[in-house]
């Protein structure tokens, strides 16, 4: 894909006469390299968009809403109009038809992974699943998501300002949809999103009945010392949290579940597994020995090299159904679903 975006660049900048030198020509090849590369990532997001009512139509009214969360975390400009303005988050909602006639609904706050991801069709089926048990969900499209442009993707905060977007969609939702139970809300995620999950139940725990974390980013001072130095610099630059981890120590800590354990009051159950590509399973052991530590009572399950390492539990294997339906019959007690699994 990259080489398609130099070549239209390239064609452009012949057909405009834009290159007078090759320093011009390079810094002009990669501003429209970036242009189509969120053309192409906003096109995607509106195709995808078609495709989650051509799956789920049949059992859900869906929509998409819009609401504000924090500003921007770094303002070029504070002075200039408008600039500490709230963020507009974008957020799927959608409701069971089947329970129309229901008066109360349990919500679940269903996060997308991926620092640069965005919640798509590949969650279809947990997001039927979900349904089938009487669900109403809310799936946010927090800061840094694609789909949105160039200057929403470069919003991410990478672990901050992003659980307040999802917090305001939890209460945008049970402020705007008359059907949604207040006192039964649940959230859940994976990766980053179940960071993002963790995060809010630490900080907010009087906004979430239980929550559940699939393979969660837990150790952001661990995660920066075996990831990439490409990696590292990305969420250390000016843009993200301004300082690599042994420069801000205290941030790092800030923003990762694993030192904020002792917070925890809400019902838990975290999964992760051995053979994890991405969220290594140190983090996650991190994280449970970190909530023992501290005396909290949660659930987990280590699973053993299960097939689809970081995505283990979200494919369509029997592994991953069986999962999927521990972490629904963890939920259900809490949160009062009228079609729980038997």
């Known amino acids: 894909m990259h080489k398609i975006y130099t070549i239209a660049a390239l064609c452009l900048i012949s057909a405009y006469g834009f290159a007078q030198t090759p320093e011009a020509a390079a810094d002009r090849i990669k501003v429209l390299e970036d242009r189509l590369q969120f053309m192409e990532q906003g096109l995607t997001k509106a195709i995808d968009d078609l495709q989650w009512h051509q799956n789920l139509d049949d059992i859900a009214v869906i929509d998409k ?16 109009q408008g600039a500490t303005n709230p963020l507009v988050i974008q957020a799927y909602t959608f409701i069971p038809k089947k329970f129309a006639t229901a008066k109360k609904l349990p919500l679940m706050v269903l996060i997308h992974g991926g620092v640069h991801g965005d919640f798509n069709t590949f969650n279809w089926h947990i997001v039927r699943e979900l349904l089938d048990q009487g669900y109403i969900i809310i799936a ?10 160039s200057s929403f993707y470069k919003q991410i905060d990478y672990g901050d300002y992003e659980n307040d977007d999802v917090l305001a969609g939890k209460r945008w939702a049970v402020e705007n949809l008359p059907q949604v139970d207040a006192e039964h809300v649940g959230i859940m995620g994976w990766s980053h999103g179940g960071m993002i999950t963790l995060m809010n139940i630490f900080d907010h725990p009087e906004d979430y009945k239980v929550a559940y974390a699939g393979v969660p980013v837990s150790d952001l001072i661990a995660r920066m010392g075996y990831k990439t130095q490409g990696y590292r610099e990305e969420f250390s630059n000016s843009s993200h949290i301004g300082k690599d981890a042994s420069e801000n120590v205290a941030e790092y800590r800030r923003r990762s579940p694993v030192w904020n354990a002792q917070k925890l009051k809400t019902p838990l159950l975290v999964h992760t597994n051995t053979n994890d590509e991405d969220v290594n399973v140190l983090e996650v052991e991190a994280l449970i020995n970190a909530l023992k530590a501290n005396g909290k009572k949660f659930e987990y399950k280590i699973y053993q090299d299960a097939p689809g390492g970081h995505i283990f539990n979200r494919i369509d294997t029997k592994l991953a159904r069986e999962s999927r339906d521990e972490v629904y019959r963890f939920l259900a007690p809490y949160l009062n679903p009228p079609n729980p699994l038997k």
Do not use: A, L, Q, W
């Open 140 to 149: 946010p499209e927090y800061r840094g998501s694609t789909g949105y442009g």
């Open 65 to 80: 809403v819009r609401y504000t969360s924090k500003p921007p975390h770094v303002i070029k400009n504070p002075s200039g």
